[in-house]
């Protein structure tokens, strides 16, 4: 489907700052940014597996300024298992994503408020290891030579997020003139999801549970 990856590191070993995240994104997206760089040909599509509690407008700001500009964004809703909103997912303008589990059922640590917009596989440890996602990762000291690659069963919101925005790649594969307004509408009237929960929209599900096949059918 033509799809390529633009990895960004916004994030070190002792952790960083939403300064440096915000910067990636703007990269991301084409748009100035504090490095003074820009990519050969900017992100379709931002999938943002990190978050936590702190909001502020100016990331408020820089979120609808990529949705303006038709970058699509997607982030984890979070793992605290509570209805407390997290950041950047709960923006305006950012795709919320919560977890399910192999049983279409929310995974107990997905969060499940008022933010959350749609619900994707994220896995859940306790119906066994294989009810999580395979996942890809490195360990190690960091130095240069010094990261064993592999595999593991993992579980989580970061886990979700990647298969919306998968879709989301698919849609595009078929109709790259897919905006954000047009995603968020065919998000808000349920035509690439399978409702869950409480008819339409609610706080432990979002909109739906993620589709391909009607995805890329209403692409």
């Known amino acids: 489907w033509q ?14 700052s939403g300064f440096d995240i915000v ?17 050969a040909k900017r992100a379709d599509i931002i999938n943002m597996s990190l978050g936590g509690t702190g909001s502020t407008q100016f990331e408020q700001n820089v979120y609808s300024e990529v949705h303006a500009a038709g970058v699509i964004v997607v982030a984890a809703a979070g793992n605290s298992g509570s209805s407390e909103l997290e950041y950047p997912a709960s923006y305006e303008n950012v795709i919320s994503v919560a977890a399910v ?3 279409r059922e929310r995974a107990p640590y997905s969060q499940f408020n008022a933010g ?6 994220g896995g859940n440890a306790r119906l066994g290891r294989e009810a999580q996602v395979a996942s890809t990762l490195g ?7 010094d990261i064993e690659f592999g595999f593991a069963y993992l579980q989580g919101t970061s886990m979700a997020t990647p298969h919306m925005a998968g879709v989301v790649a698919l849609m595009k594969s078929v109709f790259p003139a897919l905006s954000p307004s047009q995603l968020d509408a065919v998000i808000a009237d349920g035509s690439i999801l399978d409702d869950a929960g409480t008819p339409g929209r609610d706080d432990q599900y979002g909109f739906g549970i993620i589709n391909a096949a009607k995805a890329v059918q209403v692409a």
């Open 3 to 16: 799809c390529q990856i633009m990895p960004l590191r916004a994030l070190g070993v002792g952790g960083g």
């Open 101 to 103: 589990g192999p049983d």
């Open 23 to 39: 910067q990636a994104v703007r990269y991301a997206a084409g748009l100035e940014n504090d490095y003074g760089i820009s990519p």
């Open 116 to 121: 959350v917009d749609v619900s994707a596989p």
């Open 139 to 145: 360990s190690g000291t960091g130095a240069p030579g």
